[in-house]
T-cell receptor, first 118, second 108 residues
Framework: DAGVIQSPRHEVTEMGQEVTLRCKPISGHDYLFWYRQTMMRGLELLIYFNNNVPIDDSGMPEDRFSAKMPNASFSTLKIQPSEPRDSAVYFC????????????????FGAGSRLTVL | GQNIDQPTEMTATEGAIVQINCTYQTSGFNGLFWYQQHAGEAPTFLSYNVLDGLEEKGRFSSFLSRSKGYSYLLLKELQMKDSASYLCAVTSTDKLIFGTGTRLQVFP
């Protein structure tokens, strides 16, 4: 398996522009998570899906952020309009199943999308 | 709510032993993970503890005390390639919540 695939790897945009980040989870994984990482706040959970259904979006910072998972192999995280404080690395991660993490039910991360908003 | 505390930075010498501590408060606890993250890369899984005690995996060991809300990651025979951030993460129902990580620098 190719692992969790994210695109783009790097994005530089101007304040006010729309940004769309994409993720392809590992085939067969039921859970998909979006995290944001900054130096100040570390790795923050934004939203997660189970079987394509959003379960908890309490970490989404504002209405400017939205996430969708139209099918089991694709998810998007959209920021509209973007602001400089959104600059961060956005990670997508997936896990097999069960809803309860274990040594065999491990979260696997994609390589991340580094976003810079000028 | 959840709260996870780790030291921000640590330094150590090649060949030495280092212990990275993590304290946590969370609801719905179902285990604690340690992840390693090299600069500019994704976090990768190191270890998982759900029961009290020590789990050993090669040069790395992880300890958990559920009653104390405490864990540590022990790295032995340090190598230069161990320079990375080490993230403590606790389960909370279906979620995995991360601490801010400990940046470890290994010097020759």
């Amino acid at each position: 398996d190719a692992g969790v695939i994210q695109s783009p790897r790097h994005e530089v945009t101007e304040m006010g522009q729309e940004v769309t980040l994409r993720c392809k989870p590992i085939s067969g994984h039921d859970y998909l998570f979006w995290y944001r990482q900054t130096m100040m706040r570390g790795l923050e959970l934004l939203i997660y899906f189970n079987n394509n259904v959003p379960i908890d979006d309490s970490g989404m910072p504002e209405d400017r952020f939205s996430a969708k998972m139209p099918n089991a192999s694709f998810s998007t995280l959209k920021i509209q309009p973007s602001e400089p404080r959104d600059s961060a690395v956005y990670f997508c991660a997936s896990s097999p199943a069960g809803g309860v993490f274990s040594g065999a039910n491990v979260l696997t991360f994609g390589a991340g999308s580094r976003l810079t908003v000028l | 709510g959840q709260n996870i505390d780790q030291p921000t930075e640590m330094t150590a010498t090649e060949g030495a032993i280092v212990q990275i501590n993590c304290t946590y408060q969370t609801s719905g606890f179902n285990g604690l993970f340690w992840y390693q993250q090299h600069a500019g890369e994704a976090p990768t899984f190191l270890s998982y503890n759900v029961l009290d005690g020590l789990e050993e995996k090669g040069r790395f060991s992880s300890f958990l005390s559920r009653s104390k809300g405490y864990s540590y990651l022990l790295l032995k025979e340090l190598q230069m390639k161990d320079s990375a951030s080490y993230l403590c993460a606790v389960t909370s129902t279906d979620k995995l919540i991360f601490g801010t990580g400990t940046r470890l620098q290994v010097f020759p």
